[in-house]
């Protein structure tokens, strides 16, 4: 009953400044919002320079396709080689496509142009898949091509994609930007909570007091919980109004992943805010963490990607359980029998940092 008090006293003191309430409920519509157009990995737009050297009707064809596709603006087309290198250092194209009259595929009636890509390698995530989408679009035009003239191709290959058939990557960023709000919001506010009491003198009124360090520890974080469980829903509902996400797993299982991903994050914020004498260390140290998790989440990148040296890293980073499960959640509607062992690391990891949290902030109580 005790707690209650402390509880209520902290999600008061949260929820009388104004300048907190815009922090907590509205600036997380708004990055969920900008983050869900933004933070993609979906190239478009693509700037090119087209030169055909051909004189093929195939080849006005091909630079006819790339000209109309979406994923390309064709800023110039020419008749004469451009210097590709004095292109990309002035920046005027991400590609040149060149056609030249040079090839011959399967008999001899069927003429089709040289096509060779140039890529500024600079990116070279979007040189990759810019560089898949032109040979798409090449191979997909002399296959429709071939089979139009009346030739059986003696191979097809056909290609499923289950659970995001349109391969767009919102799709598959929403439910990560919703895990990554939930984790910055409970451990930037939880970080500063016990300094805060520190530096306005007020924590020697809480240990004088009936309530256990437990009690304390308790009361800090609950409010927190609540909160953090508050934006988590504020970030589905925005995810699937705003972006069409509709969730496919159960809430309830997502709810379960919550709570467990809240208190080692809650007690790792708790732990910072005991180890700091002042708010902005904490919210520094809250930074740094902040970045260290979300590089390790495999929110942007493959945790596969990672280095074998480097991915105890991401083994010990509950942020990553958090986005895997949630993503298993929202796109392949997944029950706990395929996340379970997930949930039982990110439980392994939350209870070591709860003891190591308690532990130091028992400490500093003897003090």
């Not at 004469?80 to 920046?91: L, T």
């Not at 560089?131 to 139009?148: E, L, P, S, W």
């Not at 379960?256 to 700091?276: G, M």
Request: charge should be positive; include cysteine; aromatic fraction near 10%.
């Amino acid at each position: 009953m005790r707690v209650f008090y402390l509880f209520k006293k902290e999600l008061i003191e949260i929820l009388r400044q104004r300048e907190m309430l815009v922090l907590i409920f509205i600036a997380p519509i708004l990055q969920t919002i900008v983050l869900g157009y933004v933070v993609t990995t979906d190239v478009k737009n693509i700037p090119v320079q087209v030169v055909n050297l051909s004189e093929s009707r195939a080849a006005y064809r091909i630079m006819n396709r790339i000209n109309h596709s979406s994923l390309f603006d064709v800023k110039k087309v020419s008749r004469s080689p451009e210097d590709a290198v004095s292109v990309f250092k002035k920046g005027e194209a991400k590609a040149i496509i060149v056609l030249r009259d040079s090839f011959e595929a399967g008999n001899k009636s069927i003429r089709y142009p040289e096509v060779q890509i140039l890529m500024d390698g600079i990116d070279a995530n979007t040189a990759g898949i810019a560089a898949g989408y032109f040979n798409g679009i090449v191979r997909h035009y002399i296959m429709t091509d071939i089979k139009q003239k009346g030739f059986e191709l003696p191979l097809e290959s056909q290609t499923v994609i289950r659970f995001n058939p349109d391969l767009d990557s919102i799709n598959y960023m929403g439910p990560g930007i919703v895990a990554l709000l939930l984790a910055m919001i409970s451990l930037f506010l939880t970080s500063i909570s016990i300094v805060r009491e520190k530096e306005q003198q007020t924590m020697d009124t809480l240990l004088i007091s009936r309530l256990t360090p437990m009690e304390i520890f308790t009361g800090k974080a609950l409010p927190m919980a609540l909160l953090g469980l508050v934006e988590m829903g504020i970030g589905i509902v925005v995810v699937i109004l705003f972006f069409g996400i509709h969730i496919r797993g159960s809430l309830f299982y997502l709810f379960i992943t919550a709570v467990i991903f809240l208190c080692a994050t809650l007690s790792y914020a708790l732990l910072i805010s005991t180890l700091c004498t002042s708010q902005q260390q904490a919210l520094f140290f809250s930074w740094f963490s902040m970045v260290t998790f979300l590089l390790l989440s495999g929110l942007f990148t493959p945790i596969e990607n990672i280095p074998l040296a480097f991915r105890w890293l991401a083994d010990i980073n509950p942020l990553r359980y958090l986005i895997r499960i949630i993503r298993e959640l929202f796109l392949k509607g997944n029950d706990i029998t395929y996340f379970s062992k997930d949930l039982l690391v990110m439980t392994g990891i939350t209870v070591v940092i709860l003891s190591l949290s308690l532990v130091n902030f028992k400490r500093m109580v003897s003090r």
